[in-house]
């Protein structure tokens, strides 16, 4: 084991938490222990020591449902600086709006955006820091960014020689399917060299970062992961905070791996709704028969696609998805659209950024089926889940699942 990584595992102790900085967050059912909730592992780790927290919205102890910046004051950590992703603090900032720097007023900590003039905190942001505790919910897509946050923050940490403890959490759309992302189309929706459902929680995810070099110039960040208890690989696990402002429910966890592509391309994957990553259209009657008009929301997206135009296409709310990815959406609108590949591929390159390479764009636009699109990936899957073995701190799901 590298000597620069921890896993931190023993059995739980319950800790009484005293404030709550997000409440009515409803609870899963599943008896999962995050590792936020382990405060007799994480406690001993920056005792005494200046924390900088990276954290948002999703930063719940969900069995007492307080936040950890609340229960780490409560419990006397030194916390010295909060570090936000795309979102901000609370989750409520529109999808790729720059988040800007602030104090926290119930607390007067500075809030240091790693969404805004730049992804990776500087020298300066990070001075007189100990340690890094990174605590965020990913929803196992590499195009969600709170992983490229991550890997910026191991980055800097890797430069300054400040140790980085992830608190890890479940991964709810735990596949390893899509493409791998190709070399040359590296980006903040695709930094690492993985397949779009990566099949990682984030302290597994660190470990891969680390394991396999991909910090600039190979550093290798002082890491230590604070483990799950309860949970291993394919076990169903329902969000008890909402990842990002557009993702509002369990239905558009499930789909927004196979809908997020859309972003490429002409097609409203039903942002400026209430039911965003549930349903798909487009201005055109041609499109399908269920009907909405994106309109301006505070909170969801003040500038959405097709803004006050009626959008026709399909209602996925209660479409019987049980997760995954599938290409069948993206393949349907293509042919509804008229096989026109420059009316559906609005924004060509942003589509072979979120799909990593630039092949899958050209075998839609060649005709390809799905079945034949997914043969051209198996090799480098195979690859991928090899090197995916060496960094599982759970129980892996059952490899027959060709779907895993």
Known sequence: MNMNLRIISVFFIPVLLLFSRTAGARMPTDGVIVGAERMELLLPEIDGKRVGLAVNHTSMLVQTRTHLLD??????????RIFVPEHGFRGEEDAGARVKNHLDMPTGIPVISLYGKHFKPTAEQLAGLDVI??????????????????????EACAEQGIAFVVLDRPNPNDYVDGPVRKPGYRSFVGIHPVPILHGLTVGELAMMINGEGWLRDGRCCPLTVIRMERWRHGDPYRLPVKPSPNLPNEQAIRLYPSLCLFEGTGVSVGRGTHFPFQALGYPDPEAGDFTYTPVSIAGLDSDPMYRERMCYGVDLRDYPFRGGLTLQFLL??????GKNGKRFFTRAHWFDLLAGTRELRMQILSGDTEKDIRATWQADLERYRVMRRKYLLYPDYETANISR
């Open 71 to 80: 229960t780490l004051l409560a419990q006397g950590v030194k916390v010295k």
């Open 332 to 337: 349907d609108f293509y042919s509804r659209l």
């Open 133 to 154: 505790v990174f605590d965020m919910q990913d929803v196992g897509a590499r195009f969600y960014t709170y992983i490229s946050t991550m890997h910026y923050l191991m």
